[in-house]
């Protein structure tokens, strides 16, 4: 039934609320995507975006053309995986690198013939990262936490918050948690002085990554 009514699925072409088109900023790779105007930063806050700027904004349909226009035209993918968002946040980068990068996507954009529906709006990079909490040398986590485990336990500072992932300063060094593992598992408040006892699996330092490839 969610599908059936669903902006992703383009199973509710009809909506009447202005769509904004973005750039957002993954480490190697410049992925391209749509939101409701009225929900803002939201959505890239909700993916882990780095850094974002917006593109223009007008109704659904023509969201949907701009958007393939520069999936087609510049190769800009519509999706990145969660392995590589999260090797992104190893080595950020800095705020004027992710401009720039952004900017340079925006200004081939900007040669492409545009599509009705959506009016074009001046492009002002937003970085999230102070939002997370993200340091600007990077995350290293030591481990992430496994299944979890009835009366297991997890206890240190919260390091970062960064989409669906926390990033947990611990007796065991910094551990990633990825909360769609707690899903279904009754929470509760931890005592002062328990000590950590969820199932760890190492977590190896990921390999530099490449730019990504030409746009074409």
């Known amino acids: 039934?969610?599908?059936?009514?669903?902006?992703?699925t383009d199973t509710r072409l009809d909506d009447p609320?202005?769509?904004s088109v973005y750039l957002?900023?993954?480490g190697s790779v410049v992925k391209v995507g749509i939101t409701a105007?009225?929900?803002?930063?939201a959505r890239l806050l909700e993916q882990g975006a780095l850094a974002s700027t917006f593109i223009s904004t007008g109704s659904l349909l023509g969201a949907r053309r701009v958007e393939n226009l520069l999936m087609t035209t510049l190769g800009l993918p519509d999706r990145?995986?969660?392995t590589r968002k999260r090797r992104a946040r190893d080595q950020p980068g800095s705020a004027s690198e992710r401009e720039a990068r952004l900017?340079?996507?925006a200004e081939q954009v900007s040669e492409l013939p545009w599509p009705e529906g959506q009016i074009r709006g001046e492009i002002e990079v937003r970085d999230h990262t102070a939002t997370y909490g993200l340091p600007a040398d990077g995350l290293r986590p030591a481990a992430a936490l496994q299944t979890?485990?009835?009366d297991g336990v997890i206890t240190g500072r919260i390091a970062c918050t960064i989409g669906t992932d926390l990033y947990v300063e611990t007796s065991a060094g910094l551990v990633l948690l990825d909360t769609h593992v707690l899903a279904g598992w009754s929470l509760g408040r931890a005592a002062a002085d328990a000590v950590l006892t969820v199932p760890l699996e190492k977590v190896e330092s990921p390999p530099r990554e490449l730019g990504q490839d030409a746009l074409f």
């Not at 039934?1 to 992703?8: C, D, G, K, L």
């Not at 105007?37 to 930063?41: I, K, L, Q, S, T």
């Open 17 to 19: 609320r202005q769509f």
């Open 103 to 105: 900017i340079s996507v």
């Open 24 to 26: 957002a900023h993954h």
């Open 80 to 82: 990145v995986s969660t």
């Open 1 to 8: 039934m969610e599908r059936s009514n669903s902006i992703a």
């Open 148 to 150: 979890p485990t009835p």
């Open 37 to 41: 105007a009225e929900r803002g930063d």
